[in-house]
């Protein structure tokens, strides 16, 4: 079997996701990942799915492209090649960086170029942002894979005084406190 990325982007409405995945249970493919969210009023979701080696990719998004076209929504379809595994595996701590502050372009950008300096990988990233000056309004959480070999006191001073430039409030903490203190 082959493997395909999808793309469905457009305005949010009931019903999308089944009428994806019934395309895709007509088709013989199985979604292995899903990532759907409603972003303001747009739906926007990552499907990827094993296609059956007798369909093409070209079919396979003209078949979602004419059922999604009624949606108005617009599909991509790519296919997901296998990679070569690390030739040396780095080994990560997984953090959740959370801030909170007035919007402002700029925010995302200067508190992820920190992260990427450090080589820490962002594995997740959720922003809220509903505009004006109340600081609670407007919160970004980043899950991040940190490489052990970064010092995280150094880590820790940078995202602290880029936070501080960007007037937002930062907290960092390892994934096991956060998900312990954030419990439901």
Known sequence: MNKAILSVLGQDRPGIVATITAVLFRQQCNIENVS?????????????????DDLSMQALENGLSNEMRELDLSVQVKPVYPQDPPA?????????ITTKGPDRTGLVAGITEIIARYGANITNLQAVFKGGDAPGDNIMIYEVDIPLSVDPKTLDSDLRQRALELSLDISIQHRKIFEAINRI
């Open 88 to 96: 040396t595996p780095q080994e990560n701590e997984p953090f959740i």
């Open 36 to 52: 759907q969210t409603i972003l303001q009023s747009q739906f926007a979701g990552i499907f990827v799915v094993s296609i059956p």
